[in-house]
């Protein structure tokens, strides 16, 4: 899943930077929450394989984005096995890669 700075709703309401870290905020909250429902986990569930608190999963669930950092959406990632790498081709444009880890 590649995720992509652009305009949006959050835009319309928040300064340029603040906005695309929302909308990142949210295509990583989305992303997760589609994981965790294929996997049909609990929410208890989640929260164990995750390292968090049910609360945070709710909170992931609720798209309660203001309650989290990118970093800690990375974090969460991680640990379902996707690895991040950023690609920045201009000043003004950057995307994010998330692939699922491979083992060799």
Partial sequence: MALKF??????????EETASKMV????????????????QWTQAQAAEQLGVK???ISDLVN???EKFTIDALFDML??????????MSSLQKATVDITAKTTQ
């Avoid at 652009?6 to 300064?15: A, E, R």
């Avoid at 990142?24 to 996997?39: C, Q, T, V, W």
């Fill in 6 to 15: 652009y305009d949006s709703p959050f835009h319309v309401n928040h300064d």
């Fill in 24 to 39: 990142m905020k949210m295509d990583l909250s989305i992303m997760l929450s589609r994981l965790i429902e294929s996997k």
């Fill in 54 to 56: 049910q609360s945070r």
């Fill in 63 to 65: 798209a309660k984005i």
């Fill in 78 to 87: 991680d640990k379902l096995g996707f690895q991040v790498s950023w690609t």
